[in-house]
């Protein structure tokens, strides 16, 4: 196993290639087929070589669900399914149920005997028609420095957890480039339009303008290229990629070239600047959307599933002169649970109508140039904005779009579960079910595996559902949790068919080559503390980002923090059950992982509690103790920057990506400040600054803790005196950019020895509780 997926090689071992079986129900198969057989084969290689020499892969019919089965006796091996998913998915499934193999975002976990075992799956079908995967935001949080051979390995990773409907969405600002030129923008404008690499989503629906610009002709070029690869790849497993669109956002320049057209200026987003909407009943909107869709397909070739999101957190003008859109609350509640702006008044008459045209037009944009294309929305907007998004809006937004031409992912079931059923199931439009779980790429321990079980075997029978057309995961972030989507996959196929119980053994000896009574039991402790919570809902509070209290701006009212999710004494014990464990699983990297991921978690809930005994003491006086939580928070964060070297990712890595992913030196200092900005300052004058905080070597030591740092000797020096925490944050603010801005060289750091660091930490917990309770 390697740290990081795309250079796993040195711990790959052998799958045997698979023969190409052609079966007798296949006499008149197409060459598509047999090329998704001949796919599902190259993949299966890739992942676990070529080790399973005599088996056959066969695909069959496609059935009422997807489908496939795994038969092996005297050590060959029959794999059968409905497309060249299902073949990898079913390959690897069995693999995994036998603790042969484990794919993840860490690596590869592949260990063979000479001779397979036998199976006899019978038939697994999927309740759901289609899996789908990621979001427009990992597309900033997590890609923007992939390359092909990342996206090689990720596409696999897709195929191995049976995903077929994945966003597809790099390599569009090349035609975005294109389609703007040919409506007059000049080269100089459309540097000033386009934002840096790791923004580009932000951009892409609409919410942002130039930001940190100019993006690159070279870093557009190079998406281009990775996009037609990915497509192809994407395509000949069988998989049907959901692909761009327009939504109706116009470059500044654009909008002021054609001061006639009804352009709206819209709301600046998280004080941003505004950006600019044309009104889809503009004739200008359905040339640009025509224009964009023959150029996309000239470039990349035609689709079936075009995503257009106008609304994502930008309410729809209303009023003639769009001031409602401008002037109105937005967004996501508990960010902005403190905005005070004012009601603006819509004629409830006025709303439908604008909707349903809005709406209708959208569609027509996109079916004149692909006529049998289905547009795609997110519907995160229904809940993030349910106060103007009620159920008459949804259903008139909806109202004038054929039934099968308009697809709804619904992604935010793990936030907002409630949105198909007041959309009465988007009134019998196909959309798909899922969660976020992962926001900005932020990596505290969670997700809830007990509520998806229980949930997606709910939603999978639910009479009420309508044309419920699949299930995803569109997390807005990757590599943490893995956990997460190898059970939420799984219950994608199996929908609970196995007790959590003995899908977490099975899990455990696929990811650590074996298990134990005690290592199963400890599992289930860590799942009960820390993976049966649905929504970190610290990530907000008082509209402040950041996964921890130590990874958010200081400030000095952290005694009013309610506390964290979780059982906390449950996450204790099940740390140290899986450190009893530790020297018989030292041997197995990805045990050590989790080992240290757990320990990480359980010290940073310790350090923010140290924080707050701190600015507590300092704030009566009492220097002494304050001084004493200090000490405290300092050796935590550096036990656990140190151990985190062990991590896939680092401040190091993600850094190293974006400056190898420049082809000149000033490329390649604009994409290093790219990165340091999204995990630390994001950008603008609103709530942003650390939504994308991360769980890195690197971040504890260089940015939290100085951070931190510096308000405490502030906040000392005051004492029961004045304390202006405004000009406080101003120097944060200065230092933060200072941050971003300095050309600092990080390397990872490997611990050399990560168990003997995990007990060391433990014991400086101990001794930061003892500290601190007395």
Known sequence: MSPRPSRRQTLKQALAAVALTAAPSFASATTGEVGGTAAARASLERLFGKRLGGAALDLAPRGVHPWYAVSGKAGKVSITGDSPVALVRGAYAYLRQAGLAHVSWEGDRVDLPARLPDADTGRVASPFGHRAYLNTCTYGYTTPWWGWARWTREIDWMAAHGVDMPLAMEGQEHVWRALWREFGLTEAELAAYFSGPAFTPWQRMGNIEGYSA???????????????????????????????????????????KHPKARIYRMRPWEGFHETYWLDPGDPLFARIAGRFLALYTQTYGAGTYYLADSFNEMLPPINADGADARDAAYGDGVANAAATKAKVEIDPALKAKRLAAYGKAIYDSIRQARPDA???????????????????????????????????????????????????????????????????????????????????????????????????????????????????????????????????????????????????????????????????????????????????RPTATIGEFPGHPGDRAQLDAAVRALAAQARAFAGQ?????????????????????Q??????????????????????????????????????????????????????????????????????????????????????????????LPRWSRFLDVLKAAGTGAFDEAVVTRDAIAWERAWVAADTVYRRERPADPVGGVQALIARLDEARKNRNG
């Open 611 to 704: 924080l707050q005994a701190a600015v507590a003491a300092y704030r009566r006086g009492d220097a002494a103790a304050g001084d004493r939580a200090r000490r405290a928070v300092e050796a935590l964060a550096l036990s656990i920057d140190a151990l985190l070297g062990v991590q896939p990712e680092t401040l190091a890595t993600w850094i190293d990506d974006a400056r190898a992913y420049g082809d000149t030196p000033a490329d390649a200092a604009a994409y290093v400040a790219n990165a340091k900005a999204q995990v630390t300052i994001w950008g603008g004058e609103g709530n942003l600054n650390d939504y994308a905080s991360k769980a890195w070597q690197g971040l504890y030591r260089d940015f939290y």
């Open 589 to 609: 990297p990805f045990f050590v992982l989790d080992l240290v991921d757990a320990v990480r978690h359980l010290a940073s809930l310790e350090i923010d509690d």
């Open 374 to 552: 289905v547009w795609v929305m997110q519907g995160w907007l229904f809940g993030a904005d349910s106060h103007f998004w009620d159920p008459s809006a949804i259903s008139a937004y909806l109202s004038l779009v054929p039934d099968d031409k308009l697809m709804v992912l619904d992604i935010g079931n793990d936030r907002y579960p409630d949105v198909w059923k007041n959309a009465k199931a988007f009134g019998g439009k196909p959309w798909i079910y899922g969660y976020v779980h992962n926001y900005g790429g932020s990596n505290p321990v969670y997700g809830d595996l007990g509520y998806y079980r229980r949930d997606m075997t709910a939603i999978a029978s639910n009479p009420d559902t309508g044309k419920l057309a699949g299930f995803g995961m569109f997390p807005e972030g990757l590599h943490n949790n893995s956990i997460v989507y190898e059970a939420a996959y799984d219950l994608a196929w199996s929908a609970g068919q196995e007790t959590q119980a003995a899908w977490l053994s099975t899990y455990a000896r696929s990811r650590y080559g074996r298990t134990t009574p005690a290592l199963d039991a400890a599992m289930d402790q860590l799942v009960q503390a820390a993976y049966s919570s649905r929504y970190w809902s610290p990530r907000w509070w008082k509209s402040k980002a950041g996964a921890y209290l130590f990874f958010k």
């Open 214 to 256: 100019p993006l690159p002709s070279r870093w557009i070029d190079k998406k281009k290229d990775l996009q037609v690869r990915i497509l192809g790849r994407m395509r000949s497993l069988g998989m049907t990629p959901i692909l761009p669109a327009f939504g109706g956002y116009v470059p500044k320049a654009f909008a002021q």
